[in-house]
């Protein structure tokens, strides 16, 4: 069983930067891969980035290519997204999740732990 606790998200200007932070517990989670998803008001839940178990895979949204970067610390059970020169568009609520594989998906229905959520909000 793992559990997901977001934190981090606020309001920021855009071309604003903010880190979300994303703690686990569990015994697995070194061996578990993660992901950053996001739900804007009224769409669906897109996926943001993805990170292999060890770090070495990263996959990144096209829309957040080159301004977001998702790491994790297995020592400190977390994983972050750093997101700089953010743009009223990423305005969403973003989820953490883990799966039960040590490789990175992009597909939502692939992971089967989910944080609460932390709302983002970018004015401009």
């Known amino acids: 069983q793992v559990q997901l606790v977001e934190s981090g998200g606020g309001l920021v200007q855009a071309g604003g930067s903010l880190r979300l932070s994303c703690a686990a517990s569990g015994r697995t989670f070194s061996t578990n891969a993660m992901g950053w998803f996001r739900q804007a008001p009224g769409k669906e839940r897109e996926f943001v980035a993805t990170i292999s178990w060890n770090g070495g895979l990263r996959y990144y949204a096209d829309s957040v290519k080159g301004r977001f970067t998702i790491s994790r610390d297995n020592a400190k059970n977390t994983v972050y997204l750093q997101m700089n020169s953010l743009k009223p568009e990423d305005t969403a609520v973003y989820y953490c999740?883990?799966?039960?594989?040590?490789?990175?998906?992009?597909?939502?229905?692939?992971?089967?732990?989910w944080g609460q959520g932390t709302q983002v909000t970018v004015s401009s």
């Open positions: 999740a883990a799966r039960s594989a040590v490789w990175e998906s992009r597909e939502s229905r692939d992971y089967g732990y």
